[in-house]
């Protein structure tokens, strides 16, 4: 006997029922299994559709947007975290102006931040969370790196 057959076998009628209801949701194995212990039950097979597969589901906008906000907001808090170690450090070094320095900085990584975060989000997903806390943590570095080299 599977899990599924000892699993229903365990549940009441009225569970039965329901899961018959919502059939379309089922894997072919809990359809089998459902359907042996309706009939050993003695309850009504007949109307239902065992063949209904489910709806393919629809990739929705908003899971985009929802996507684009957590890795921006992921960006944002590396890009502060550096523009405040980067602005202590500097500010302690002579002939350099922190404060310009530090107004280009939040500039540039800010639109960098805004950047990556459209293209973590739409063309490039990564499959964790971990991938963009990585992705967060060097970019600010990079893209300051640059910034003194092309200034």
């Known amino acids: 006997m599977s899990d599924l057959a000892k699993n229903y076998a ?5 569970d ?3 899961l018959a209801q919502d059939i379309k949701s089922l894997t072919p194995e809990a359809k089998m299994a459902l359907r042996s ?3 050993q039950r003695q309850l009504p097979t007949q109307a239902l559709d065992w063949t209904a597969q489910p709806e393919p589901q629809k990739e929705k906008s908003s ?4 996507v684009f906000l957590r890795n921006f907001g992921i960006f944002l808090i590396f890009d502060v975290l550096y523009i405040i170690v980067i602005g202590g450090i500097l500010s302690a070094v002579n002939g350099i102006d922190a404060e310009r320095l530090g107004a ?5 990584l800010l ?11 739409k063309f490039f997903a990564p499959k964790t969370l971990r991938t963009i806390w990585i992705i967060g943590a060097f ?3 990079c893209i300051f790196i ?6």
């Open 16 to 18: 039965i029922e329901r």
């Open 146 to 151: 640059l910034f003194l080299l092309f200034r």
């Open 63 to 66: 899971g985009v947007f929802r």
């Open 104 to 108: 280009a900085m939040t500039t540039v």
């Open 10 to 14: 365990s549940m009441p009628v009225e």
């Open 139 to 141: 970019i600010p570095p």
């Open 37 to 39: 212990e309706m009939q």
């Open 111 to 121: 639109n960098l931040s805004l950047l990556a975060a459209i293209l973590t989000s």
